[in-house]
Each structure stands twice: as structure tokens, then as C-alpha cells.
């Protein structure tokens, strides 16, 4: 009986990634190339693969934080293999109240991001921060800062893909961000 998978170097990881990825052209809206991380996710080895190596990005974290809603998946993931807890961080208007929010800018408005106020303190805590994708950067800045108001520190962020044409890294420095595959 095996302990999990065999651990992979980062190539492996970026080419695991790679070939699960699906690409679907025109989606959300025409000239967008949306990258489904759906079949990596629903792949048992995959799945494990991309666990060990966002929780090699820990950093002393005490708590995982995963971002709505692909984040959800993976932070709890991350989470059990770390031995910590997780926290659903919310899209507005999804927890009932008190909350802390944070809001933010969007190219075609605003959205916000919620935790919970009551129940859970995460003062004082160690949080690394798990999304699916970093594009442009917005809703992990966000997420960054709802944290820390919220009295937390946040030690990195850990990612599955991240589009570098967008840039998205230089909103989240000095904070460490790691990225198992670029596009």
C-alpha cells in the first residue's frame, strides 16, 4: 500500500497539468480561450499529483484559504494533506452575516469577497491562499486583503495555472506566488 503518489518534479507537475487541460474557444464570450481544469481535477492521480505540490507551497501556513469556487476543491485538499484547516473564501452575498468583505475592481464593475465575522478567528493565523487560475490578479489581491484585515497573515498564494500575458503576479508582491503551470 502506498502512502500517495510518488512525488513529481515541476515539469512532471506542469506537463500532468498540461495534458489534462482543456481549451474551449469562445468561452466565456468570443475570442476567449477558457482553460478547463475540470478533467485534471476529476482525475484521481492528477488530483493527488496537484495536491502534494500546492501544499509544498505552504510556507508554515496554519490555514488554507480557498477562493470561490474551484479554490473550494483544492484548499480542502490542500488542507487534509497539511494537516490544517480550510476557509471557503466567499463570493458576496453567499454567507450570512456578520462578514468581512473586501471589494473590489473588475474590467466590467465590481465584485466582493466574504468570510465569515463570527465563529471562526483567524487573527494571528498563518494563510496560504489556494486558487485554480491567476489572470489578472484582482480576486487574489482582494482575497489578500480581506485576510488581512480580517488579522491574518498571508504567507503565499499557490495556483494550478497562471495566464502570464495578464500579468497578474505584480498585484500580489512582495507575496510569494506559486504557479504549477504557465500559460
Known amino acids: 500500500m502506498s502512502d500517495g503518489p510518488a512525488r513529481s518534479s515541476a515539469g512532471d507537475i506542469s506537463t500532468l497539468i498540461a495534458a489534462r487541460m482543456r481549451e474551449v474557444a469562445d468561452f466565456p464570450e468570443p475570442g476567449v480561450a477558457f482553460k478547463d481544469l475540470t478533467p485534471l481535477l476529476a482525475d484521481g492521480h492528477g488530483l493527488a499529483a496537484v495536491t502534494d505540490a500546492l501544499a509544498e507551497a505552504a510556507g508554515g501556513a496554519d490555514l488554507v484559504a480557498g477562493i470561490d469556487a474551484r479554490g473550494f476543491l483544492l484548499g480542502a485538499a490542500v488542507a487534509l494533506r497539511l494537516g490544517t484547516g480550510v476557509l471557503a473564501i466567499r463570493k458576496g452575498g453567499k454567507l450570512p452575516p456578520p462578514v468581512h468583505s473586501e471589494t473590489y475592481s473588475l474590467e466590467y464593475g465590481t465584485a466582493t469577497l466574504e468570510i465569515p465575522a463570527d465563529g471562526i478567528d483567524i487573527g494571528g ?39 502570464t500575458a495578464l500579468n497578474g503576479r505584480r498585484l500580489l508582491e512582495p507575496l510569494p506566488v506559486t504557479s504549477l503551470h504557465r500559460v
Do not use: C
Not at 147 to 163: D, I, P, S, Y
Open 125 to 163: 493565523r498563518n494563510v496560504l491562499i489556494i486558487d485554480d487560475v491567476l489572470a489578472t490578479g484582482g480576486t487574489a489581491a482582494a482575497a489578500v486583503k480581506l485576510l488581512q484585515h480580517a488579522g491574518a497573515t498571508v504567507t503565499g498564494a499557490a495556483v494550478l495555472l497562471e495566464l
